[in-house]
C-alpha cells in the first residue's frame, strides 16, 4: 500500500472541511469555502515549488485556521471547530498527535507561553465546551488562558 504524503492528507483535510463548513450560513465560512475553491489547484498539482514546500504552507495553514474561525457566531464556530477536527482526524491523526503532545507540555508547565500555545489551547477549549464530561480539563484550560490574557498577551 502506498504511503500517502503530507500534501496529499492536507488537501483531504482542507476538502473535507470546506465541504462540511459550506453548508453553515455564516459569512465568515462562506469566504474560507470561496478561498479554497480558488487555490485548491496550486496544492492539488504543485509545479512552482517542492511539494514539501507547498505542505508546510499548509500545515501552518490549518494551525491558523481555530484563529481564523474565533470571529463566527458562537454556534457556527462550534460546528466549524467539529468539522475540522473530525477531517484531522480522518486524514492527518499525526497532526493531532503532535498538538495533544503540546497541550500536555502546556498543562504541566502550568502556563502559556505565546499566542501560538494560547490559540491551541482557545482551540481546544472550544472543541471541549458544552461537553460536561470535560469540566474538570475546561476549568483547568479556562485558567490557563485567562492568566495568559491577563498578563497583558
Same mark, same amino acid.
Given at each position: ?5 503530507? &500534501?496529499? +492528507?492536507? #488537501? ?8 462540511? @463548513?459550506? *453548508? ?7 469566504? /474560507? ?25 499548509? $500545515?501552518?495553514?490549518?494551525? $491558523? ?11 457556527? *464556530? ?17 497532526? &493531532?498527535? +503532535? ?5 500536555? +507540555? ?5 502556563? @502559556? ?7 491551541? #489551547? *482557545? ?12 469540566? $474538570? ?6 485558567? &490557563? ?5 491577563? /498578563?497583558?498577551?
Amino acid at each position: 500500500m502506498a504511503r500517502t504524503d503530507k &500534501l496529499t +492528507k492536507l #488537501v483531504a483535510v482542507f476538502d473535507q472541511f470546506h465541504y462540511a @463548513i459550506a *453548508r453553515l450560513d455564516d459569512p465568515k465560512a462562506q469566504r /474560507l469555502v470561496e478561498n479554497w475553491a480558488g487555490i485548491r489547484h496550486q496544492y492539488v498539482a504543485p509545479t512552482s515549488a517542492p511539494r514539501s514546500a507547498f505542505a508546510a504552507g499548509m $500545515e501552518q495553514g490549518l494551525r $491558523e485556521t481555530p484563529m481564523l474561525l474565533q470571529s463566527m457566531p458562537p454556534e457556527a *464556530r462550534k460546528i466549524a471547530f467539529q468539522a475540522l477536527a473530525s477531517a484531522t482526524s480522518t486524514h492527518f491523526p499525526d497532526f &493531532l498527535a +503532535k498538538d495533544n503532545k503540546r497541550l500536555a +507540555k502546556i498543562k504541566e508547565r502550568g502556563s @502559556i507561553r505565546g499566542e501560538r500555545e494560547f490559540h491551541l #489551547v *482557545r482551540h481546544h477549549i472550544d472543541l471541549l465546551e458544552g461537553e460536561p464530561s470535560h469540566a $474538570e480539563e475546561l476549568k483547568a484550560l479556562y485558567a &490557563l488562558a485567562y492568566n495568559f490574557e491577563s /498578563l497583558g498577551a
